[in-house]
């Protein structure tokens, strides 16, 4: 049998997997795990999560989900399985609202390590079994030690659980498809180093297979049908393109892996529809998927290159390496990825990753930034093989460069990549630095820039990033063959020196008045007293005062439903002191309770003018929902309307 050149050696030191191990934890604890449940839901989408599936505990409904006594069919249940089932085992809190996606973010950085330690190959030196090891450590590092993932990763929503369900379902696709491979057999045809059929499915091909198939299904269980649209898209161009589809598909056990995810996802559609009819269809079929890409929804729109300028800036600082390890896949010289070993196709795998979910929603006309999240692993992959080059030195370019029968990728490549990421340290040094002079007005504080400026938090998450730029200066200058090993390191001291810093001072300036509201109701409210809240829609409300709350918008509105209170019921009102003046409530009926920051809590008595006892009064705490076609609302009231963000 011909040995590829890439052939690893068997024997791979204990001490190696122990040390990226450790080192991935300390990573994973820094990014996604200190301080997780320390910082107040953010408004508006997190708590909207988070007080779905509060309400599922409290219902005991796991089948539709509600926010605020509202049907929510935005999304399928299992974020809020976990959360849910996290509630009830530990409280319901922060912590347990956000550990699902931490988890993801986890795992997804686990396999990802896994894959390329198996799939790298060493080059020919005393030392090469090192690089296979630094190579995955490093991809799983990169996976979470960026901006998007460590934000969207400390985040209660659904795309780091999308994305870890996809991204973890294409990683054992890829080792699935790598098992298929003949080793050992002297009957299979051999081309130079590729065995061209596969005539079996090895056991270890199958475990993989069956993880791919679960993770889809819960892809979809997450975020409905992109968990598997995607992938299959980046699973068919990248079979057309090795010329492996008819042969992989053979392999891949359709017939038992077809009802495996069957079994696992249509259940709980069939029981959603059962619940909520032709409403559910339409709302999450039809608004939330179709309309989604063919639309622009909930004004969410962006130019053609929005997505450049989201992965430029949150795949920072790794996305100044994307050209340079892109160009150096040459993907175009077909004939010869066919030629090589499949396990040493994994950057062409990557690739296709990449560019198929970059293009599949540049297209879309809803854009929004988590939406490029699931290609984040693909990038790491990419940027981790190149600069495991660079750590351990031209020969292993040289010699993948041969193999693709292509000329050495220009030093000028890595140069500028180098170049471009100093750039991106200083651009977010001034950025942060600079935060008081052009983040100068927040709907929920006003005069945050000045309270920024005042705090100092800016200037000394400024400072920390100078230093790490400084180092990393010095690193390119000096020792070029240790900045992955820099940036990496940087990034972990930049999240503990001027992220958490910075978070927690915005935390404290807009979501912690909130929290602060809720504690006061829950002191000072009477049994089955309204909570109403006019001029603002905080969701975050809903999910610490554990009850409902009424959003109206219009002062008009706001007096005329406070004109329908019956006798002897108050109501609580938060509003701020505009508002608050614009009501013209007198002051017989309105009773101050407290302020914080812009919101004022206030205790409204009922109008003594009887109310309009031919009309239907206002409910203000009816709990019966009412479906409507492509929408989730609650009934219709003669004098108040409830106004809610899809």
């Known amino acids: 049998m011909i040995r590829s050149p890439f052939a690893r050696s068997a024997s791979i030191p204990l001490s190696l997997a122990c040390l990226t191990?450790?080192?991935?934890?300390?990573?994973?604890?820094?990014?996604?795990?200190?301080?997780?449940?320390?910082?107040?839901?953010?408004?508006?989408?997190?708590?909207?999560f988070a007080e779905a599936a509060r309400q599922m505990v409290k219902t005991g409904n796991w089948i539709t989900p509600y926010y605020n006594d509202v049907t929510r069919f935005d999304k399928p249940p299992l974020v809020y399985w976990l959360m849910a089932i996290g509630y009830r085992a530990f409280g319901v809190n922060e912590w347990m609202a956000r550990l699902p996606s931490a988890i993801a973010a986890i795992g997804l950085m686990a396999l990802v390590c896994e894959v390329v330690v198996r799939c790298v190959a060493p080059p020919r030196s005393p030392q090469g079994y090192l690089k296979p090891w630094f190579a995955g450590g490093l991809a799983g590092a990169i996976t979470v030690l960026n901006l998007h993932t460590l934000v969207w990763g400390r985040t209660g929503v659904s795309d780091m659980l999308l994305s870890g369900c996809m991204g973890g379902a294409l990683l054992a696709f890829f080792m699935g498809y790598r098992a298929l491979e003949w080793e050992g057999s002297h009957d299979a045809p051999v081309f130079g180093d590729v065995r061209s059929t596969v005539a079996f499915t090895p056991r270890s091909a199958r475990i993989w297979f069956g993880l791919f198939y679960t993770l889809i299904a819960l892809a979809v269980l997450t975020k409905g049908p992109v968990g598997i649209v995607l992938p299959g898209f980046i699973i068919l161009l990248f079979l057309l393109l090795v010329g492996q589809f008819w042969a992989t598909l053979r392999g891949m056990g359709l017939w038992w892996g077809i009802p495996l995810f069957v079994a696992i996802v249509v259940p709980w559609f069939v029981l959603v529809i059962a619940e909520n009819g032709q409403a559910y269809i339409d709302s999450f079929f039809?608004?939330?998927?179709?309309?989604?890409?063919?639309?622009?929804?909930n004004r969410h729109s962006a130019p053609w290159y929005f997505y450049g300028l989201v992965i430029g800036f949150g795949f920072f600082p790794w996305s100044a390496y994307l050209p340079a390890a892109i160009a150096r896949l040459r993907p175009w010289r077909i004939d010869a990825w066919r030629r090589i070993p499949r396990s040493q196709q994994l950057p062409l795998f990557a690739l296709c990753w990449f560019g198929s979910i970059f293009l599949f929603f540049s297209l879309a006309v809803t854009k929004l930034p988590s939406y490029v999240l699931p290609l984040m692993p693909a990038g790491a992959i990419l940027v981790a093989i190149i600069l495991a080059d660079v750590t351990f030195g031209e020969l292993a370019i040289e010699r993948y460069d041969s193999i693709l029968n292509a000329p050495r990728l220009p030093s000028r490549w890595l140069n500028w990549g180098h170049g471009a990421s100093?750039?991106?340290?200083?651009?977010?040094t001034i950025a942060i630095w600079t935060i008081p002079l052009w983040y100068t007005y927040d709907p929920a504080v006003p005069k945050i820039a000045r309270q920024l400026l005042t705090s100092g938090v800016c200037h000394t998450a400024g400072v920390a990033l100078a230093v790490i730029t400084t180092v990393i200066l010095l690193t390119v200058v000096l020792r070029r063959s240790w900045i992955g090993s820099a940036h990496a390191i940087g990034f972990c001291l930049f999240t503990l020196l001027s992220f958490h810093p910075l978070l927690n001072e915005i935390d404290r300036l807009r979501q912690l008045p909130i929290r602060e509201i809720a504690a006061q109701i829950h002191d000072v409210r009477k049994p089955n007293e309204p909570i109403v809240l006019l001029g603002f829609e905080k969701p975050s409300l809903v999910f610490y005062v554990q009850d409902h709350v009424t959003f109206l918008d219009r002062i008009s509105t706001a007096r005329a439903w406070l004109d329908c209170l019956a006798p002897q019921t108050s109501a609580l009102l938060i509003t701020d002191e505009k508002r608050q003046e614009d009501l013209a409530l007198p002051e017989a009926r309105l009773t101050a309770i407290s302020e914080h920051q812009r919101y004022r809590l206030a205790r409204v008595q009922p109008s003594p003018v009887a109310?309009?006892?031919?009309?239907?009064?206002?409910?203000?705490?009816d709990r019966t929902p009412n479906k409507i076609q492509g929408q989730n609302h609650r009934p219709d009231r003669p004098a108040c309307k409830l106004y809610h963000k899809l």
Do not use: C, M
């Open 21 to 48: 191990t450790i080192g991935l934890t300390i990573v994973a604890t820094i990014a996604l795990l200190y301080r997780l449940g320390s910082l107040g839901l953010i408004d508006e989408t997190e708590p909207l």
């Open 286 to 297: 039809g608004y939330h998927n179709v309309a989604r890409f063919t639309s622009v929804v």
């Open 422 to 428: 100093l750039l991106l340290w200083l651009g977010w």
């Open 611 to 621: 109310p309009d006892t031919t009309q239907q009064r206002p409910k203000a705490n």
